[in-house]
């Protein structure tokens, strides 16, 4: 598959009609409620994008995963380790 950009992005988002507004750059904002002072927003209005990584035994390094959730909400790493059929202790935030 190849590369996307940030153009692929602004593309979808208006091919499939959603309300969004697609913001570069910030600087550095470490948590939801950071990000939401910068822009004037309220936290809510806020997604996140995580990396996590996933130690598969099928596969010899950890598969990078991308996981775009509400700024607001946790993501539940038991779940998404029994979405990729592993133990919880084999899925991990990949480090900054």
Do not use: C, Y
Not at 2 to 16: G, H, I, K, N, T
Not at 56 to 68: F, T
């Amino acid at each position: 598959m190849p590369a996307r950009s940030p153009a692929d992005l602004q593309q979808f988002v208006a091919e499939q009609a959603i309300d969004a507004e697609l913001i570069r750059d910030i600087g550095h904002t470490p948590t939801v409620p950071a990000a939401a002072a910068v822009l004037g927003v309220e936290p809510d209005q806020i997604i996140k994008t995580l990396l996590f990584l996933i130690e598969r035994p099928d596969v010899a390094s950890p598969v990078p995963v991308v996981v775009i959730s509400n700024g607001e909400r946790r993501v539940d790493k038991r779940k998404l380790a029994e979405h990729f059929g592993v133990g919880k202790k084999r899925v991990s935030l990949a480090g900054a």
